[in-house]
């Protein structure tokens, strides 16, 4: 009986145009698979492109699992199985027997010949054993060597070996007659027989499968099996979508995308059946009113054979179709790597996730697919919606792959820019003299520890009577120098980069010996530094990136790191430029594949390091070869799905007058083009001039009541929420007060405070209790949490005049047993067991409510901060689960990792809560990236940007190309080095692009409206002077 095989075994194995570019050699597979398709399409035949074959021994075991590159099996010629290899020809040393000697290759040698022998072997001998036909197939194997001549290969002697097998040379590539040719006349067995027609479908039918018919050719194979991603179709009669209906509910129901561009209506009872592909955008269906009677229908599998020509007429006929996301999805990697310019609101995440489906179509396995993103939340968001996806799709198809898919998630690598960094870090570890279970630290005291130990030195040889003369203490040098160190290290600045600074020299002749101090210390920090690191093998967060510097050129040490991966990196405008490096050196030397998304526009993470400009960069430091080499291309979505047409009109001329000056990447191909109705509002877009903060107050009170109002009456499927977005978490915390006196709950959604929260402190109290229980202030702050809830009368605890032992066995009298024998349980436990033990014995969040009565007396609000604090400890759970290995973690390493969180991690946002009803959300612009509101109040615009007294500026890396890199700096607003004026104009003109893009994401957070709120008198540096500096009309007085 011939063996079944089902949809999955044919997208593993059969006629795949497109296999795992993850995998070695797959540009060289290519070019002879396309050949060969070519020469093939008209005989009857089946082909194969990395086809998979089980190898036995002679007694039967088990030898493992092989692909043959290209497999052919054709009715008159018989088997032939080519082994390709994209080899140069001076990367074989020599050829000795059946044994290719290799140099600089990803292996030192190899068989080609012999092992494609084998897996013919094998073939013949499966099917031998099922259909004893193997005496009547001819047979033959062939090394194709696409990137070799002819020519070559004779010039250094191989054509002479004895040894030397059939070659397919690159002039044979390049030839289908040739080709052809090579193919038909090598021979490993001729048989005299032929195959009869019987004979040949039941062969066919033992590889390929039952749905195999004898007169299908090759073409027509690769169309009925090969399951795309995705299927376009441009209709122009009802007659021609009868002609294809079958096809497109076939597709449908395989998984396949199905596009319909059509110039009349379908029938709504065919749309109705599909009514669930439809809501989960498997179907989408766009109608054009003009005729086009006819037409050619246009099938296009996977973006495939897209002319210009009819990219042009699409856009032209078909504009609420979103075809830059089409064309992102089914990016052909071929074409080299891509970089996707991502407005607000364009349904970015869509296209990333849909990427990866087209990869998986492809054959890519998900452990083959990386993805960066920059927060934790955008990580889980991110495996959130690829699972849901996968597990809708096998909904609506019962396709078994995707539900396994759906499975592998949380094994693929989606992480933050940092976790990547640290795993490539952990991997060559060795490269920089650490051990290879590399801890995390933050040497904030070590550092400081360090920069008095350089002072001492050098105030032995120098006097320290100048400075005190200066009027600094040796207290504030320390910080000085210790936040310029941060800034360097913050500027991904190696160790050898530092070292080299130009330091100029002090205008003033009286601070030369200040300026001595920076040069003699940041001369050798550094090397202080990494004994102490290399001691403890640890690294600083700071490191996980710029270290990476110190081999991200180096070829062999790069090449230690598994190759040809597929790299997906989302908010690429917020990468730094050691980032840049890294990325660069992952294609350059292990042939990663590049899919960046990003929008210059909303780079707004400068003072953690990040560089706007880093996303043009990247396609700088791809090298290049030769002219053909892949270099970066670009689409631009411009379909905006979130703001109002009305409200992105006039948001339009206030970006494009920031444009012409100079202080926004914008341009009229930057454009957001709305997708909504086209009516145009009076009142969608207001700036609110008032004369003070009492008025500003009133102001905003009476913007959030009439948002409220205005929100109430939409449907629930309506994002109905209003959002007061301001700069900074102290100007969040003063509105918060605003609306908790005037009785309006809010949500709080600040930026970095996740490991400042109270969910976070107590979780750090319980851990400093049970990892010290003998210590009075561990254990009193333990006990006090919402974990055991006790109330501790200090009164009570004078009699014993600070004695630890004392205070810590009157505690443990009064309270028996209920702290110490969770203690007890860490003997045999582990600690998060013991935790979970915890929350569950004492009913922690079932009580959290009463804890937090004397928090506030508003319900309303202590309901939003109870929901607020079980979020954040979900939130911490999932990390900590992430991070360690929850039944071996220990709690002296999860105590480490929680306290250098809390003092180092700024960048981790607490999740938001969802509750029923309206919202009022106070954010932070930060926290408000990737979110949005069907109203947005701006207040706050008269904050001046942050300019402070002592500052300290690097210069650029690109503007250093050739010299060293200059530095400036300015001590209490009074004394600078003579790079200071020079470097503080660029400096400036920086924060204000910087300010700039800052409010650009604010107020692209808007659906329906944006309120401002403008002081009357204006102040320079400030967002209000920025609104101003365009002339703006929409301003009314506040009342």
Known sequence: MTPKYNQQDYLRAILNPNPMRGKSGWYAEEITWEVLKRTFKNRVCLAYWSFPIFLKSCSGNFLGRREADILLIDKQLGITVIEVKGIRINQIRKIQGHKWLYEDFYREEGNPYQQAENQLDSLLGFINKKKGLSDKISRRVLIALPYITRAEWKERGFDSLPSSPPILFKEDLADERAFFNKISSTYLYRTTAQLDENEWRSLTQLIHGEGFSENYKLGELEMKYAIPFSKLYILSSEEQFWEEEKSICQALDLGTKVILLTYFSLPQNWLEKYRLFRNKNQLL???????????????????????????????????????????AASWNQMMGPLKLGAGAGVGKTRVIIERILFLLAKGVSLKDIIMITFTNNSTNEMKERLQEKLISLFKLTSQAKYINWAEDVNGMQ?????????????????????????????????????????????????????IIRLGFTHYELTNIIYSFWDVMEKRGLTKNEIKELDWGKAESYRYGIIQDLFRYVFLRCENCLDIEKKRENAVSIGDLVRKLKEFSQNKDKMKQLPSKKFLLIDEAQDIDNPTVEMIASLANYLDYQLFVVGDVKQSIYRFRGSDYKSFDLLDAKIKREKEENPIFRNITLHQNYRTSISLLNKLDRLFADWGRKGWLPYSEEDRLVGVGSPLEKDDDLQFIEVKNSEQEKAEVLKAITESLAITKGLANDKNGKVALIVRTNAQAETIRKWCEAANIPTLQNLHGTFYTSDAVRDFKYLLDGLLYPNEAKYLINALQTPYFRYNIPYQALLQFSGDDRKISEFIHRKIGDDFIRYVELLKTLPIMAVIQKIISEKGMLRQLSDFYKRQTEKKSQKKLDVEQYKKNLFHLMNIIQQQFDTMNGTLFALHEWLTLQIRTNRSENEPMIELPGQKVEVATVHSSKGLEYHTVIIPKTDHPFERESTAFHIEEEI????????????????????????LSVI?????????????????????????????????????????????????????
């Not at 229908?297 to 897209?306: A, C, H, R």
């Not at 870090?425 to 360090?450: A, C, W």
């Not at 009074?974 to 004026?981: C, G, H, K, L, V």
Request: hydrophobic fraction near 30%.
């Open 414 to 466: 989606i992480s933050t820019i940092h976790s990547f960094a640290k795993n490539i870090l952990v991997e060559l570890s060795h490269e920089l003299g650490y051990g290879r279970n590399v801890k995390l630290r933050s040497f904030t005291k070590e550092k400081k520890d360090i920069i008095e130990q350089l002072a001492n030195e050098y105030f032995e040889l120098n006097p320290v009577s100048k």
């Open 987 to 1039: 400096e400036r003109d920086e924060i204000i692009k910087e300010e700039v893009r800052l409010l650009y994401v604010s107020m692209t957070r808007s659906k329906e409206r944006l309120l401002v709120i403008l002081p009357e008198q204006d102040k320079r540096d400030t967002w209000s002077s920025l609104i101003k500096a365009t002339g703006i009309k929409e301003v009314r007085n506040g009342r």
């Open 959 to 982: 503007e250093a190309a050739k010299e060293k890199r200059k530095v400036g700096w300015c001590l209490k607003g009074r004394e600078s080095n003579n790079y200071y004026s020079q």
């Open 285 to 327: 269906s766009y109608e054009c009113q003009k005729t086009e009677e006819g037409q050619e229908k246009v099938s296009i599998q996977d973006g495939e054979n897209l002319f210009r020509e009819l990219e042009e007429k699409i856009l032209k006929d078909f504009p609420s179709f979103n075809l830059g996301q089409y064309k």
